[in-house]
């Protein structure tokens, strides 16, 4: 099979970078682009390739994690931190930015470690984390927590490009829901990763990713302060 599809071989340095690029993109369409323009609707195609992405990455951090408890509270900090530039620029609509979404699926997968041999009690897990989500108003929602516990129940097929074939399958229809073009781009990065944590390493680098969100939101909100 591997000699009919082949894909570039990019590692999780690689796949952050992309997914951050496409959430900029997605970004700056939204909130700074007419909406309906031609424009607008081809960068938020690309901008749909960010969140699988996060989701994947999100459950290889939480299997390659020293300290699972650490990973989710620094995710929750700069969650409660990127709250400030989202209400700049969402105000008053009932949601609350995605790294929220993130945080939970953390939660979400260490609850499946604890009921990894009660089936139901892990469907319960994931069923009662993602109606939260839904409730918050998180980015991405009950979709989200479905698509990064998804990744994680099919971690242990995914060491080869079928395994990880079985990924895209599953959480594809997840993906879809936000755009059929983002999703397919979304699909050919997770199935080009190679496994390897690639160039982007050490305790600054994890910080300066993760302060890009908020960052980024706030550079986009005085960048439209200045234009009106």
Wanted: charged letters at 10%; proline letters at 3%; aromatic letters at 16%.
């Amino acid at each position: 099979m591997n000699r009919f599809l082949s894909f570039p071989q990019l590692s999780g340095s690689a796949l952050k970078i992309i997914a951050i690029l496409s959430m900029v993109i997605d970004h700056c369409a939204y909130y700074l682009l007419e909406h309906s323009t031609v424009l607008y609707e081809a960068m938020r195609c690309v901008g749909r390739i960010a969140f699988p992405v996060f989701a994947f990455l999100i459950t290889e951090g939480f299997s390659h994690t020293q300290n699972r408890k650490r990973y989710f509270l620094q995710l929750l900090a700069f969650a409660i931190l990127s709250e400030i530039p989202w209400y700049l620029l969402n105000r008053t609509d009932g949601t609350h930015n995605v790294m929220f979404t993130l945080a939970l699926g953390v939660v979400t997968l260490a609850l499946l470690d604890r009921c990894c041999e009660h089936k139901t009690l892990s469907f319960m897990a994931v069923a009662l984390v993602a109606v939260l989500a839904y409730y918050m108003g998180t980015d991405y929602d009950w979709r989200g927590i479905l698509m990064i516990a998804i990744f994680y129940m099919t971690q242990p097929q995914a060491d080869n490009l079928q395994g990880r074939m079985i990924q895209i399958l599953f959480t594809f229809p997840l993906m879809i829901h936000y755009g059929i073009i983002g999703a397919i781009f979304a699909s050919v990065v997770i199935l080009s990763y190679n496994g390897d944590r690639g160039f982007i390493r050490g305790k600054a680098w994890k910080y300066i990713f993760y302060a890009f969100y908020p960052v980024h939101l706030l550079l986009i909100y005085m960048l439209i302060t200045v234009v009106q």
